[in-house]
């Protein structure tokens, strides 16, 4: 069973900065297509980011231009570093992984049921 584990949330003030880490076990980071969502308290659960086996990447269009998603192959570990954070941003993030290397074309982020298996998330709250 593949496992996941994320680490980096806290808290900050709005304009700050924070780095997601999910570290991947019984599974090589770099053959799944890999994500990042995000739910906040009574919303749905959304994609943030994703990043597929050839390191092609997606942003849902909040976090564009302010969050990136990135892998380190040799530590196994997918990283999410989200820059000029808003209270909008506030919310539990969570790591998940595909049993796909492919997530999809880049007109849409993959919804969260396409997804197989995820990690308990990390939280992040953004104060004004």
């Known amino acids: 069973q593949v496992q996941l584990v994320e680490s980096g949330g806290g808290s900050v003030q709005a304009g700050g900065s924070l780095r997601l880490s999910c570290a991947v076990s019984?599974?090589?980071?770099?053959?799944?297509?890999m994500g990042w969502f995000r739910q906040a308290p009574g919303k749905e659960r959304e994609g943030v980011a994703t990043?597929?086996?050839?390191?092609?990447?997606n942003y849902a269009n909040s976090v564009k231009d302010r969050f990136t998603i990135s892998r380190d192959n040799a530590k196994n570990t997918l990283f999410l570093q989200m820059n000029n954070l808003d209270f909008e941003d506030t919310a539990m993030y969570l790591c998940?992984?595909?049993?796909?290397?492919?997530?999809?074309?880049?007109?849409?982020?993959?919804?969260?049921?396409?997804?197989?298996?995820w990690g308990q998330g990390t939280q992040v709250t953004v104060s004004a």
């Open positions: 998940a992984a595909r049993e796909n290397a492919v997530c999809g074309d880049r007109s849409r982020l993959l919804p969260a049921i396409a997804f197989d298996h």
């Open positions: 019984r599974a090589t980071v770099s053959n799944y297509c």
């Open positions: 990043i597929n086996s050839d390191g092609i990447t």
